[in-house]
């Protein structure tokens, strides 16, 4: 059974930095382009990071480059997204997924970015 399961979400004040985590069974996150998105309050979901099979390469939304890092452990079959400098514009529940419109998605997890 294919499962992605976020964690590491939270309250966190602008400037500040989380990582969150995706651990996946049921298939090798290695053997699949895996990608991050989020979905804001009242807003569709957005595409923010992807991560290529073969050489791990990643790509970035204009909107996290530079601040977000996408990583991948094959050992632990698991995705982080490192978050630095946060906004309160990157607030939103965030998800790792199988495909980048998120219908293999997992059940996410909430970063609030507040002072």
């Known amino acids: 059974q294919v499962q992605l399961v976020e964690s590491g979400g939270g309250l966190v004040q602008p400037g500040g930095s989380l990582r969150l985590s995706c651990v996946a069974s049921g298939f090798t996150v290695s053997n699949s382009w895996m990608y991050w998105i989020r979905q804001a309050p009242g807003k569709g979901l957005e595409w923010i990071s992807s991560?290529?099979?073969?050489?791990?390469?990643?790509l970035y939304a204009d909107s996290v480059k530079g601040r977000f890092t996408m990583s991948r452990d094959n050992a632990k079959n698991t995705l982080y997204l490192q978050m630095n400098n946060l906004k309160p514009a990157d607030t939103a529940r965030y998800y790792c997924?199988?495909?980048?419109?998120?219908?293999?998605r997992g059940q996410g997890t909430q970063v609030t970015v507040s002072s």
């Open positions: 997924a199988r495909d980048p419109g998120g219908i293999n």
């Open positions: 991560i290529a099979t073969s050489d791990g390469r990643t």
